[in-house]
């Protein structure tokens, strides 16, 4: 059996980072984890061929060569995941869809003929034999949340590994809070799940044969969702980096009460993590309580913030603006927070309702919905009716994103990070590629952007005042001169 397993373009987002990977010549962010894991479940014997859109184009011969399509993508993703099912019904190829656009979004697609609904595991085995019996069913999906424990190790050797700024494993699956607007817990379930330490040691291990020696993403949605494993995990991780000498950094996305874990931060920060994703969403109490964020209402955010950096994290945070509380001051009083804690990467988002999830169902009942979400963060459209005034909403928030990016306003959010950020846990080396970016950096920079003066400022600070964390203020003048052009574009 020849299987083609395509993964859809990534459009011009704020996590597509594609203003800012010519600086280190990579052509795609993150590798697609879903495809390479199903890959790995499927038989020895078949013949098998990743194309992954974000890296090389899809040609009609891949199409011809093979006896079946697997197409897997996010929301973000529907748009080219419609061409690609397109091109192969043409041809004459079967397509099986499966991921988060299919899962929750399938009755979307009349021209795909099978799916694969949410997780893998516990389906896979009856749709290889359907597929080499001639008897696909239209539908494949699992009864429950699978275990991760038989989870196979990625099949790596289906990538050029050096198109790609960083890799992807997963440790955990699902999410024990009920954050009204999320669908994490629609896909993976309230129970989270995670994988033994020796398989998480074992994957890493086969990336590093594979090659491998930049940073790696930990997907979780939600890192400490199982505190007790995740520790036992972070202590297997320094034991194998102790003891094979091994340097990966790694990144990771959680909750904002990591800051209360005195215990778990310090064990990550040990390990190895240098970045993690906080779902900060908005200063207003009265906002997170009506969204269901109630970890965040429990919590200092400010503080929070500020504990990770000092303790040797950068903080990446997720903003949202279009709850039915906001007011028009919401912009400032964002703008206001992002710039004081320093969170130079900051994704405000409008609020969107996805596919199945609580506010979806709410907005849909209130007969508030809209249209479907294109899954974009940065897309400049709220799929249902806002409390706020629409126009004030949007306009708002293209000012707000805009204005954030400024150069002279993102150095300086920049700066306060700085102030407040302490390196710790292993360091790795300068690598030619870290030279490299520095001097594209200085030349598109530093050279041709209308905001090199700032730039040349912000490096000079940098290297005057925080010379430890020089390489990773350069890092952040190159992923803001993506968000800038990104926001523009709004």
């Not at 690609?84 to 009755?107: D, K, M, N, S, Y």
């Not at 997907?219 to 000498?245: H, M, P, S, Y």
């Not at 950068?314 to 919401?330: A, C, K, L, N, T």
């Not at 300086?412 to 520095?438: I, Q």
Request: aromatic share 10%; with cysteine; charged share 25%.
């Amino acid at each position: 059996m020849n299987v083609l397993l395509v993964s859809p373009e990534t459009p011009d987002t704020f996590w597509s980072f594609a203003h800012a990977l010519p600086f280190v010549s990579k052509r795609a962010t993150h590798p697609p984890l879903g495809l390479l894991t199903v890959a790995a479940m499927l038989p020895d014997e078949w013949e098998l061929r990743l194309v992954d859109l974000d890296v090389e184009p899809l040609r009609d011969e891949h199409i011809d060569a093979a006896d079946v399509v697997f197409l897997g993508g996010m929301i973000v993703h529907r748009e080219s995941a419609h061409e690609i099912a397109h091109r192969c019904h043409v041809r004459g190829r079967t397509v099986i869809a499966g991921g988060p656009l299919f899962t929750t979004g399938h009755e979307g697609f009349p021209e795909i003929d099978h799916f694969c609904l949410g997780e893998a595991e516990d389906v896979i085995e009856r749709l290889v034999a359907d597929l080499e019996a001639g008897t696909l069913q239209r539908f494949y999906e699992p009864d429950g949340f699978p275990c991760l424990d038989h989870t196979p190790v990625p099949r790596w050797d289906l990538l050029d590994l050096d198109r790609y700024a960083t890799m992807s494993v997963q440790f955990s699956r699902g999410c024990p809070h009920d954050c009204e607007f999320c669908d994490v817990v629609v896909m993976n379930g309230h129970v989270p799940r995670t994988k033994t330490p020796e398989h998480m040691i074992a994957e890493l291990e086969a990336l590093h044969r594979a090659g491998w020696r930049r940073d790696v993403f930990v997907v979780d949605d939600n890192f400490i969702g199982n505190r007790r494993k995740t520790r036992q995990f972070l202590r297997a991780l320094i034991d194998w980096r102790e003891r094979t000498g091994i340097r990966m950094d790694f990144l990771t996305e959680a909750t904002v009460d990591l800051a209360q874990s005195t215990e778990l931060l310090a064990l990550m920060v040990r390990a190895g993590f240098k970045k993690v994703f906080l779902g900060i969403e908005t200063p207003d109490q009265d906002a997170l309580r009506e969204c269901h964020k109630l970890q965040n209402v429990r919590t200092d955010l400010e503080e929070s913030v500020r504990i990770l950096q000092n303790a040797g994290l950068e903080v990446m945070g997720g903003f949202i603006v279009g709850f039915d509380h906001d007011q028009p001051d919401v912009f400032q009083r964002q703008f206001a927070f992002i710039q004081r804690t320093g969170v130079v990467t900051a994704m405000v988002g409008l609020l969107n309702a996805l596919p199945r999830t609580k506010l979806y169902q709410r907005l849909k009942r209130e007969g508030r919905l809209l249209s479907d979400s294109a899954g974009n963060n940065t897309d400049a459209f709220c799929n249902f009716v806002p409390k706020l005034d629409r126009d004030t909403l949007e306009s708002g928030y293209r000012q707000l994103m805009k204005r954030l990016y400024e150069p002279q306003v993102f150095y300086e959010r920049a700066k306060a990070f700085l102030r407040n950020y302490r390196p710790h846990g292993p360091r790795r080396g300068l690598r030619r590629e870290d030279v490299a970016a520095l001097f594209r950096s200085m030349w598109v920079l530093g050279l041709r952007d209308r905001g090199r003066r700032a730039y040349w400022g912000f490096l000079a600070y940098a290297l005057v005042r925080h010379r430890r964390a020089f390489a990773v203020a350069v890092t952040l003048a190159i992923h803001g001169y993506h968000f800038r052009r990104v926001a523009r574009g709004l």
